[in-house]
C-alpha cells in the first residue's frame, strides 16, 4: 500500500507512514453504529478474512476520509486527509442513512399489510355490491309488474303484446326507462314477458308468473345464486330455480 499523503510505499501492517507519519490505520463501523478500531490494513484483512469486513464495508481514517474497503485494498484514497471522497457517507450521515433503511423498511411493511387487506377487502367487497344487485333486481322487477297493472287498467285489463310489451310500458316507468337485471343484461338480454299471458286478461286469473329473467326456462343456473328473478301477477316477485 501506499500512503495517501505523500505515495510512500508501506507496509499493510503499518500503523503509520515512515516518512510524513501520516495515520494509516482505519475504523470500522460496527452493526450497532459505532466505530470500531482503529486497525492496520492487515488488521482489516484478517477481519475480512472471517467474514466481518465486507468489499463493500466503509472505513474510515483518523482524519475523515471514508472509503470502501475494496478500494483501500487496491491502494484508492481520498485525495487529501481533509477531502472525504465525494458522495461516501460520513459518521452523521451514516445514522441518516440508517434511518432513510429503517422507513424503507416501514414502507415495505406497509405496502405489504396493504396488499392483505386488499386480499381480504376486494372480495368482501364485491360479495357486498352482488347482494346489492340482487336486491335491486327483486325492486326491478316489481316496478315492471305496477307499470304492467297500470297498462292494463288503460287498456280494459289487458296486458300488451309479449313481443312488444317493453314499447308498450315505457310510459308507466320513470324516465320512460325498462329496468334489467345487470347480471343477465352483461350477456345482451333482460326480462321476458309470459308468452301465455300475451294480450290476455290481467284480473280474475290465478296467480302466475308473469315476467321473468331471460333464461328462466332453459334450465341453466341462473345469475343469482342459480336462481332467476321471478314476478308473479299478483305482484310478488322472488328467485326460483330454473325451469325446463
Not at 501506499?2 to 516518512?19: L, Q
Not at 472509503?67 to 461516501?88: C, D, H, M, Y
Not at 332453459?218 to 310478488?236: E, N
Request: hydrophobic fraction near 40%.
Amino acid at each position: 500500500m501506499r500512503c495517501p499523503a505523500c505515495k510512500t510505499k508501506a507496509e499493510a501492517s503499518a500503523a503509520e507512514c515512515s516518512k510524513c507519519r501520516l495515520d494509516l490505520r482505519w475504523s470500522v463501523q460496527s452493526p450497532d453504529g459505532q466505530l470500531r478500531g482503529p486497525y492496520t490494513l492487515a488488521e482489516l484483512q484478517g477481519h475480512a478474512a472471517l467474514g466481518e469486513v465486507q468489499p463493500w464495508t466503509w472505513v474510515q481514517s483518523k482524519y475523515g476520509d471514508v472509503i470502501q474497503f475494496r478500494q483501500l485494498e487496491a491502494g484508492i484514497a481520498a485525495a487529501s486527509p481533509a477531502a472525504p471522497l465525494p458522495g461516501a457517507p460520513t459518521p452523521g450521515n451514516w445514522a441518516r442513512a440508517a434511518g432513510v433503511t429503517a422507513a424503507v423498511g416501514f414502507g415495505v411493511m406497509g405496502l405489504v399489510g396493504m396488499v392483505v387487506w386488499l386480499a381480504v377487502a376486494v372480495p368482501a367487497m364485491n360479495h357486498s355490491q352482488k347482494a346489492a344487485s340482487d336486491v335491486g333486481c327483486l325492486k326491478d322487477a316489481s316496478l315492471l309488474v305496477e307499470a304492467l297493472h297500470k297498462y292494463a287498467a288503460d287498456h280494459d285489463g289487458k296486458l300488451p303484446d309479449a313481443q312488444t310489451w317493453r314499447e308498450a310500458v315505457k310510459p308507466y316507468l320513470p324516465g320512460d326507462k325498462i329496468p334489467a337485471c345487470g347480471e343477465v343484461q352483461a350477456v345482451g338480454a333482460g326480462y321476458e314477458l309470459c308468452p301465455d299471458l300475451s294480450g290476455a286478461e290481467l284480473w280474475g286469473a290465478e296467480d302466475r308468473p308473469l315476467l321473468w329473467d331471460a333464461g328462466w326456462l332453459s334450465g341453466r343456473p341462473g345469475p343469482h345464486k342459480g336462481c332467476y328473478t321471478v314476478a308473479f301477477t299478483g305482484g310478488a316477485t322472488m328467485w326460483l330455480p330454473p325451469e325446463g
